[in-house]
């Protein structure tokens, strides 16, 4: 598509936020690309893009899939920088759902802050639970927030709704106010050698600043899953 057709469509950010090892990643490739993908783990945010196709037209993504490190607190950039929010803890681990709790109230000191919505992960793993699912719904709704629990690894059906109806709550609303150029926001994410990765059909994928090469690897393995599906 050229530039000049692409400048037309609407575009909505969304970030991915939750502790380590929930399945942010994970649950991202799913959305984008129909595929699971398991077996890397990450220590750098990665912001892909894609042109989807919703009911009132072409809408241009980028979904940021926020690395979080143990002592790291409220990825506030992150935060700011989107749309909407797709908070995620996983239903086998109380610290996770601890962290979606505090992001969610840090979220409320906002002012015109991102939508958002608490997805609980693997929810294939009933045995191991540790949150019930009553308390999840719970949480959200003291937030206004909607819930659901998904299985990112069972392909719930559920988790194309969020993404859905996060997509079509954040076109409708007005365009963000934003303190600082959108443009300088992805150039302090990707660092200022960051490089364009190619086009790859409608989706890219880039590594934001964190520990761009060690990183390299894995990133190529997402993209080709990235690549292979997109391609579908
Ligand atoms: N059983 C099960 N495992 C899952 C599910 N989703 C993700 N996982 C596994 O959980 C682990 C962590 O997944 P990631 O997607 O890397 O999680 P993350 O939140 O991005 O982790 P960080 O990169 O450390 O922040 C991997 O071993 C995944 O295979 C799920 O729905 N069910």
């Known amino acids: 598509m050229k ?4 400048s037309n469509v609407p ?19 799913r959305y984008l690309t129909r595929r699971f993908i398991g ?3 990450s220590n750098t945010d990665l912001l892909y893009k894609q042109t989807v196709t919703l009911e009132s037209g072409l809408l241009d993504v980028e979904i940021i899939d926020v690395s979080i490190d143990d002592d790291d ?7 700011q920088w989107a749309d909407a929010c797709v908070i ?9 759902f601890d962290y979606a709790q505090r ?35 719970k949480l959200a709704a003291s937030h206004g927030v909607g819930f659901c629990e998904v299985s990112v690894a069972e392909n719930s059906s559920n988790l194309y709704k969020v993404f859905e ?12 106010p934003r303190k600082f150029s959108v443009s300088k926001m992805i150039g302090t994410l990707i660092g200022n050698n960051g490089t364009r990765q190619p086009l790859v059909n409608q989706g890219t994928v880039q590594v934001c600043n964190k520990g761009e ?20």
């Open 73 to 79: 607190g409220f990825p506030i950039e992150q935060i």
């Open 88 to 96: 995620v803890y996983s239903i086998v681990d109380r610290e996770s």
């Open 3 to 6: 530039t000049e057709e692409k």
């Open 11 to 29: 575009k909505v950010r969304i970030a991915i936020v939750g502790q380590m090892n929930v399945g942010k990643s994970a649950l991202t490739v």
């Open 39 to 41: 077996e890397y783990r």
């Open 103 to 137: 992001t969610l109230s840090e979220l409320r000191q906002l002012q015109n802050g991102p939508l958002a919505y608490l997805v609980a992960n693997k929810a294939d793993l009933d045995h191991l639970r540790e949150i019930p699912s009553t308390e999840g719904s």
């Open 213 to 232: 090469l060690q990183n390299k690897n894995r990133l190529l393995k997402r993209r080709q899953a990235f690549t292979t599906a997109a391609s579908l």
């Open 165 to 176: 109806k996060l997509l079509i709550e954040s076109r409708a609303r007005p365009v963000k």
